[in-house]
């Protein structure tokens, strides 16, 4: 249910943000970037998730496992970058708002987009393949629902203490600095708010924010709270219970939360369900 409900919410608010020419903003573009991060997140995880429930098998291929790890490191990494981004972008609009344009320009957003996807990547290619290469003792048995980097790590029978230093600096690197980013982002834009004469203006500007805010809460706080800590720290119970914060509530959330808080959006829905009306009545 989860699974069907994620991937109708995510694909339909990527398809009225492109045929609406209305929703044809940075703010948008960012947010089908989004979209399309948990829509492929959602394909890593949950069909493996659902077949082995179905067949009764939990067996992964080495393979299949360093793909997992792969597109979760990937994935997730472009999401942290694409937030900050977003948090950027709502602060020029609100806080420079005569800049905007000069600030946000098409060539630069698309910069920045491929940039977050290019960091994300590089970061994950590199943990699969330091993770992959340690030689695992003992019953190959992940207490986790897919192959992700703390789990696989706890397999191993090499000393891994380096190679988690380096993971903690590359998480701060990853993690901290764009959520820096947010937390600057949205205390100048709170100043600016507060200073605003137009209640509308306020209101407006807190809706949109809020909406970000609470997206970037939920999943900042899981990530941080999985890749912050040491490995030996890690409980499996709990890292399952973690982890399905931002591979599966997330995903699911997103589309719900920016488009129920989103009059733009829910006017193109509107717009689309009124001309799907009208062509079955013709």
Partial sequence: MMFLVTLTGNSLLILL???????????YFFLWQLSLIDILFTFAIIPKMITDYLLHRTV????GCGIQIFLGLALGGTECILLALMSYDRYVAICKPLHYSLLMNWPLCRQMAASSWTGGSLNALIHTAFTMGFSVCGAREIHHFYCEL?????????DTLSYETG???????????P?????????????????????????????????????????YGAIIFMYMRPISSHISGEDKIVSVFYTILTPMLNPIIYSLRNKDVMWALGKVLGKCSLYYKI
């Avoid at 943000?17 to 703010?27: A, F, G, N, Q, Y």
Wanted: proline fraction near 3%; include cysteine.
């Fill in 60 to 63: 992964i291929s080495v393979y």
């Fill in 179 to 219: 959520f820096s980013v947010i937390l600057a982002s949205y205390t100048l834009i709170l100043a600016t708010i507060i200073q605003m004469d137009s209640t509308a203006s306020r209101k407006k500007a807190f809706s949109t924010c809020s909406s970000h805010l609470t997206v970037v809460s939920l999943y």
């Fill in 150 to 158: 703390p789990g696989v790590l706890r397999l191993s029978c090499e």
């Fill in 17 to 27: 943000i492109l045929v609406d020419s209305h929703l044809h903003t940075p703010m």
């Fill in 167 to 177: 993971v903690l600096i590359s998480t701060t690197i990853l993690l901290l600095i």
